[in-house]
């Protein structure tokens, strides 16, 4: 829930440039599985659509202001971008821009923020182009 805050306050400051879109895939630490001990909430294996839509209100409570997807129950979203269990991307005009590293390591929120100013940066350039669809 700590990332997901961080997620929250660096979609707030750049909500000017781009649009957040939180998805929610298969559990990572799920009760009945691999249990983490620092795990905030008690959450099953899916075994249902059902199930993964409980589960991921607990994400949109976390979230309210973010758009939330579900994966679906096999895991189409994950597989295509390789989220295994959490990843940050940036698309633009359906390109991969921006490719974070897979979590929990490879979650940086704050080389996404770099990322971001990169770009803002760029489209804030006397002479840039931007192109709004």
């Known amino acids: 829930m700590a990332r997901l805050r961080s997620f929250r306050r660096l979609a707030a400051h750049f909500v000017d440039i781009a649009d957040f879109l939180l998805v929610y ?3 990572a630490h799920p009760s009945d599985g691999w249990v983490s001990s620092d795990a905030a909430y008690s959450i099953p294996k899916h075994q249902c659509l059902q199930d993964r839509l409980r589960a991921a209100q607990l ?16 895991n189409a979203s994950s597989a295509a971008y390789g989220a295994y269990f959490e990843r940050l991307y940036v698309i ?6 921006y490719q974070g590293g897979r979590g929990p390591e490879g979650y940086k929120i704050s080389e996404l923020r770099s990322w971001l100013d990169q770009y803002k940066t760029r489209l804030q350039s006397p002479g840039a182009v931007v192109i709004q669809v």
């Open 25 to 27: 895939i298969e559990e």
């Open 59 to 74: 994400m949109r409570e976390g979230a309210p202001d973010c758009p939330l997807a579900v994966d679906t129950m096999d």
């Open 92 to 97: 633009q005009e359906e390109k991969v821009m």
